[in-house]
Nanobody, 115 residues
């Protein structure tokens, strides 16, 4: 089992920045990828950014050039640096970690981009 705890969400003005953190605990040796998803009100969830153990990254088109996913393996923590935030980035952001057999999810952290 892996437990994930997110932090770092909040209210920010358009153009601002936030950094989300996700700390993993438990059987972290089983993790081969970590990612961030988000779900806005009335919309389906979407993959925002993914990072594999090999260092490969993938981003949804709408955040390319603005968001960066990174990982501190020593701290079992994955980050999502979000710059140039837009109102359409408003959503609950969820940390995800897993392997070929199982996925684990955090409880989510709210990000609101508004004046």
């Amino acid at each position: 089992q892996v437990q994930l705890v997110e932090s770092g969400g909040g209210l920010v003005q358009p153009g601002g920045s936030l950094r989300l953190s996700c700390v993993a605990s438990g059987s972290t040796f089983s993790i081969i990828h970590m990612s961030w998803y988000r779900q806005a009100p009335g919309k389906h969830g979407e993959l925002v950014a993914l990072l594999t153990n090999g260092g490969s990254t993938n981003y949804t088109d709408s955040v390319k050039g603005r968001f960066t996913i990174s990982r501190d393996k020593a701290k079992n923590t994955v980050y999502l640096q979000m710059n140039s935030l837009k109102p359409e980035d408003t959503a609950v952001y969820y940390c995800n970690a897993g392997n070929q057999l199982v996925d684990y999810w955090g409880q989510g952290t709210q990000v609101t981009v508004s004046l």
